[in-house]
């Protein structure tokens, strides 16, 4: 079974730090990666995208995608204390645009 | 632009009554449809998927069901819920031409608690 794995956290920084958040995924093939933010009782929110290994970079946020060790991280800079929520892990499995969750880690910014 | 909605936004049924949640999307068309599930504390669970007007596969086996009687609208339903489903109900969708890129967004959800 396709899996997606993410430290569930809290994950606790000081505003103004870097906040590193990891996933890494099970299934090999897998070609389209994302992360989105989530809010208590909000829906979750689309941050970024990547699709070929390396970094991507989107104002204070940075994908980082290692295809050969079924790894994806997201880098917050500068982290505020509205970064607060839960970040999920979400990976493309098989046709159709279907998406695999992880369970998501919960990033706390302390002031 | 591309809007989803979503209603209601929650929801308090007792065990055993009917569900019928429903979510349509504008601005756009054909597009590729979800329902997810987010029990408390945990990820989200594919429930439902629909490529087309008819077209429903499901995921996981459950007490619910899904329907997509117009092009932009998908109906979530069970006919006699159970506490289990109890959760945070999430439609999404994607547009189909981009391939593999395309990007998944969300509705605003409807928490469903089940009593």
């Known amino acids: 079974q396709k899996e997606v794995e993410q430290n569930s956290g809290p994950l606790s920084v000081p505003e103004g730090a870097i906040a590193s958040l990891n996933c890494t995924y099970s299934?090999?093939?897998?070609?389209?990666f994302f992360w989105y933010r989530q809010y208590s009782g909000k829906s979750p929110e689309l941050i970024m995208s990547i699709y070929s290994n390396g970094d991507k970079e989107d104002g204070r946020f940075t994908a980082q995608l290692n295809k050969a060790s079924q790894y994806v991280s997201l880098l917050i800079r500068d982290s505020q204390p509205s970064d607060s929520a839960t970040y999920l892990c979400a990976v493309r499995a098989g046709g159709y645009n279907k998406l695999i969750f992880g369970a998501g880690t919960r990033l706390a910014v302390h002031p | 632009s591309q809007t989803i909605h979503q209603w209601p936004a929650t929801l308090v049924q007792p065990v055993g009554s009917p569900l019928s949640l429903e979510c349509t999307v504008e601005g756009t068309s054909n597009p590729n449809l979800y329902w997810y599930r987010q029990a408390a504390g945990r990820g989200l669970q594919l429930l439902f998927y629909?490529?087309?007007?008819?077209?429903i596969s499901s995921e996981v086996p459950q007490n619910l069901s899904a329907s997509r009687p117009q092009d932009r609208q998908f109906i979530l339903s069970s006919k006699k819920l159970l506490l289990s489903d109890s959760g945070f109900y999430l439609c999404?969708?994607?547009?189909?031409?981009?391939?593999?890129?395309?990007?998944?967004?969300f509705g605003s959800g409807t928490q469903l608690s089940v009593l």
């Open positions: 629909s490529i087309g007007i008819g077209q």
């Open positions: 299934d090999r093939v897998s070609q389209s």
């Open positions: 999404a969708w994607t547009r189909v031409r981009g391939g593999t890129n395309e990007k998944l967004f």
